[in-house]
């Protein structure tokens, strides 16, 4: 091969290759944070629904039971 095109491919790919690689970070990192966001979510749910199973257990809870 010839210098001349063994410089171009040197400068070319790196030029080629950040605009990809940075799209590609930016779908990741917003993959992540949807990732995240989901979990706190659930997490969320779930404390909610426990506290209102524990609400209700308490409300039928037989009269004299809490002596």
């Known amino acids: 091969m010839q210098w001349e095109f063994i410089v171009a491919l040197a400068l070319g790919i790196p030029v080629i290759l950040f605009p990809v690689a940075l ?15 989901a979990r706190k979510k659930r997490a969320a749910r779930e404390q909610g629904i426990r506290a209102v199973v524990e609400e209700h257990r308490e409300k039928k809870k037989p009269v004299g039971a809490g002596h």
């Open 23 to 37: 799209v590609w970070y930016l779908n990741v990192g917003g993959i992540y944070a949807a990732i995240q966001e």
